[in-house]
C-alpha cells in the first residue's frame, strides 16, 4: 500500500512540475498579446505567476536540481490572504473590463492589515484559521455575486456576443477559485508551527490535476489565450501561399441568427479549426467539391452552425469557398513541382475547374497573381 501511494504521489509531483512548466511557457503569449493590442488581465498573470513559478520551483526542488524557492508562505501562511482579491478582481476585469485603482488599492489593503494584526497579536493557530474561513469564504461569495449579476442583466445585441465569449471562461475560473477556496482552507487546517514547506507542497501536488484541467482547457480554447483578433490573425497567417479566409466579425448579428450565435460563440474557434482540419484531409484525396452537408457529417457541427461561420466570420460565402478550395488544392499542388512536368490546362482540371478560363480568373482574384506569375514569384525565393 505504501508502494502505490509513493508511486501516486510521484506521478502527482510530475504533473505539478509540468504544470508550473506549461504556466510560464503561457506567460509570454500573454505578453506578446498585449503588444498586439490586446488588453492584458495583469491579475491572470499574477495568478500564472504564482501558479506556476512555485509549482516549477517546487518540481526542480523535488529532483534535486536546485534549493527551496524563497517563498512569502513559507515564513507565514497568513500571506494567502492576498490571495483571494487576487482571484476577486480578475473575474471582475473579465466581467466588467475593469475595476478601480482605489477598489484594488482597498482590498489588499485590508489583506496587509489582516496579516499585520495576526502578526502582532500572535493570533492562535485555530483563530487564524477561523479568520482565513471567514475571509475567504466573504471573497468567493463575492465572486458569486458578481458572477450572477453579469449573467442575470438584461444585455444588447454587441453584450450578448461579449457575454458568450466569456461565460464558459469565467464560469472556469470560479469553479478554480472555488476548488482552490477548499483546498486553501484545508491547507491552513493542516498547518503546524515550522511545517509550512511540506503544508504547501502537499497543496500544490494535490491542487495539480485541477490545474492540469486548467492549462487543457486553455489548450482547447485558445481564444481565452489570445483574443479573438489576434487568434484569427494567427489562423490565417496569410501569405502568398495562403488565402486569407477568416476574420473577426464586423457586421451586427441579424435577429434570426441570435439563436445560433447564443449556441455557437463559445465554441466558435473550435468550429473553425475543425473546418481547417477537414481541409487538410481533403486535400489528400481532392476528387469532389464536398457540400455543406457532408462537412457538417465529417466535422459533426450542424449546418445551421457552418452557414452562421460563413456568413460572420468568413470573407467568402460558402459557394465562394468551394471555389477558394480549389485554387487553395492548386497551390499545393504547385508547390510540389505540379506545373514542372503538366500543364496549366491540367491543373485546372486536377483542381475540379470547368475552364482553363474560369481557373485562371478565380485564382489571380484569390492569389493575386496569374498562375505563372505566381511560379515565378516562388521560384525566385
Same mark, same amino acid.
Given at each position: 500500500?505504501?508502494?502505490?501511494?509513493?508511486?501516486?504521489?510521484?506521478?502527482?509531483?510530475?504533473?505539478?512540475?509540468?504544470?508550473?512548466?506549461? =504556466?510560464?511557457? #503561457? =506567460?509570454?503569449? #500573454?505578453?506578446?498579446?498585449?503588444?498586439?493590442?490586446?488588453?492584458?488581465?495583469?491579475?491572470?498573470?499574477?495568478?500564472?505567476?504564482?501558479?506556476?513559478?512555485?509549482?516549477?520551483?517546487?518540481?526542480? *526542488?523535488?529532483?534535486?536540481?536546485?534549493?527551496?524557492?524563497?517563498? &512569502?508562505?513559507?515564513?507565514?501562511?497568513?500571506?494567502?490572504?492576498?490571495?483571494? &482579491?487576487?482571484?476577486?478582481?480578475?473575474?471582475?476585469?473579465? #466581467?466588467?473590463?475593469?475595476?478601480?485603482?482605489?477598489?484594488?488599492?482597498?482590498?489588499?489593503?485590508?489583506?496587509?492589515?489582516?496579516?499585520?494584526?495576526?502578526?502582532?497579536? *500572535?493570533?492562535?493557530?485555530?483563530?487564524?484559521?477561523? +479568520?482565513?474561513?471567514?475571509?475567504?469564504?466573504?471573497?468567493?461569495?463575492? /465572486?458569486?455575486?458578481?458572477?450572477?449579476?453579469?449573467?442575470?442583466?438584461?444585455?444588447?445585441?454587441?453584450?450578448?456576443?461579449?457575454?458568450?465569449?466569456?461565460?464558459?471562461?469565467?464560469?472556469?475560473?470560479?469553479?478554480?477559485?472555488?476548488?482552490?477556496?477548499?483546498?486553501?482552507?484545508?491547507?491552513? $487546517?493542516s498547518y503546524v508551527e515550522g511545517t509550512s514547506g511540506a503544508v504547501l507542497n502537499n497543496f500544490y501536488i494535490?491542487?495539480?490535476? +485541477?490545474?492540469?484541467?486548467?492549462? #487543457?482547457?486553455?489548450?482547447? *480554447?485558445?481564444?481565452?489565450?489570445?483574443?479573438?483578433?489576434?487568434?484569427?490573425?494567427?489562423?490565417?497567417?496569410?501569405?502568398?501561399?495562403?488565402?486569407?479566409?477568416?476574420?473577426?466579425?464586423?457586421?451586427? /448579428?441579424?435577429?434570426?441568427?441570435?439563436?445560433?450565435?447564443?449556441?455557437?460563440?463559445?465554441?466558435?474557434?473550435?468550429?473553425?479549426?475543425?473546418?481547417?482540419?477537414?481541409?487538410?484531409?481533403?486535400f489528400t484525396n481532392f476528387n469532389e467539391i464536398p457540400t455543406l452537408k457532408e462537412i457538417s457529417i465529417i466535422?459533426?457541427? &450542424?449546418?445551421? *452552425?457552418?452557414?452562421?461561420?460563413?456568413?460572420?466570420?468568413? $470573407?467568402?460565402?460558402?459557394?465562394?469557398?468551394?471555389?477558394?478550395?480549389?485554387?487553395?488544392?492548386?497551390?499545393?499542388?504547385?508547390?510540389?513541382? $505540379?506545373?514542372?512536368?503538366?500543364?496549366?490546362?491540367?491543373?485546372?482540371?486536377?483542381?475540379?475547374?470547368?475552364?482553363?478560363?474560369?481557373?485562371?480568373?478565380?485564382?489571380?482574384?484569390?492569389?493575386? $497573381?496569374?498562375?505563372?506569375?505566381?511560379?515565378?514569384?516562388?521560384?525566385?525565393?
Amino acid at each position: 500500500m505504501k508502494h502505490i501511494y509513493y508511486i501516486w504521489n510521484m506521478f502527482l509531483n510530475y504533473i505539478s512540475f509540468f504544470v508550473g512548466f506549461a =504556466l510560464i511557457i #503561457l =506567460l509570454p503569449v #500573454l505578453i506578446s498579446n498585449s503588444n498586439l493590442g490586446v488588453k492584458l488581465n495583469r491579475y491572470f498573470v499574477a495568478i500564472i505567476v504564482v501558479a506556476g513559478v512555485q509549482r516549477f520551483g517546487y518540481g526542480l *526542488h523535488d529532483f534535486g536540481i536546485i534549493k527551496p524557492l524563497l517563498n &512569502p508562505l513559507n515564513r507565514m501562511l497568513t500571506f494567502a490572504f492576498f490571495i483571494p &482579491p487576487i482571484y476577486l478582481i480578475f473575474i471582475e476585469n473579465l #466581467l466588467f473590463k475593469k475595476t478601480t485603482i482605489k477598489k484594488e488599492i482597498t482590498l489588499f489593503a485590508i489583506a496587509a492589515i489582516i496579516v499585520l494584526v495576526t502578526k502582532l497579536l *500572535h493570533f492562535s493557530k485555530v483563530t487564524n484559521q477561523i +479568520l482565513f474561513f471567514i475571509y475567504s469564504t466573504i471573497y468567493l461569495g463575492m /465572486t458569486f455575486y458578481q458572477t450572477y449579476k453579469v449573467y442575470t442583466n438584461k444585455k444588447n445585441t454587441k453584450e450578448l456576443r461579449e457575454y458568450h465569449i466569456i461565460k464558459k471562461w469565467s464560469l472556469v475560473m470560479v469553479f478554480l477559485f472555488t476548488t482552490i477556496y477548499f483546498s486553501a482552507n484545508i491547507t491552513v $487546517y493542516s498547518y503546524v508551527e515550522g511545517t509550512s514547506g511540506a503544508v504547501l507542497n502537499n497543496f500544490y501536488i494535490f491542487t495539480s490535476l +485541477l490545474w492540469l484541467s486548467f492549462v #487543457l482547457y486553455l489548450l482547447m *480554447h485558445p481564444i481565452n489565450l489570445y483574443g479573438e483578433k489576434v487568434l484569427y490573425k494567427k489562423l490565417n497567417k496569410s501569405s502568398l501561399e495562403e488565402i486569407q479566409i477568416w476574420k473577426t466579425k464586423t457586421i451586427i /448579428t441579424e435577429t434570426f441568427d441570435l439563436a445560433i450565435e447564443n449556441k455557437i460563440t463559445s465554441t466558435l474557434e473550435n468550429i473553425i479549426f475543425d473546418i481547417k482540419t477537414f481541409e487538410t484531409k481533403l486535400f489528400t484525396n481532392f476528387n469532389e467539391i464536398p457540400t455543406l452537408k457532408e462537412i457538417s457529417i465529417i466535422t459533426g457541427h &450542424p449546418q445551421s *452552425h457552418l452557414k452562421y461561420v460563413f456568413k460572420y466570420y468568413s $470573407y467568402y460565402s460558402f459557394s465562394e469557398y468551394q471555389n477558394v478550395l480549389k485554387v487553395k488544392y492548386s497551390l499545393q499542388l504547385i508547390r510540389e513541382g $505540379y506545373l514542372k512536368t503538366q500543364t496549366i490546362d491540367s491543373l485546372s482540371v486536377k483542381c475540379l475547374f470547368n475552364s482553363r478560363i474560369t481557373f485562371f480568373n478565380n485564382f489571380k482574384r484569390l492569389v493575386g $497573381y496569374s498562375p505563372t506569375d505566381f511560379v515565378l514569384t516562388i521560384s525566385d525565393k
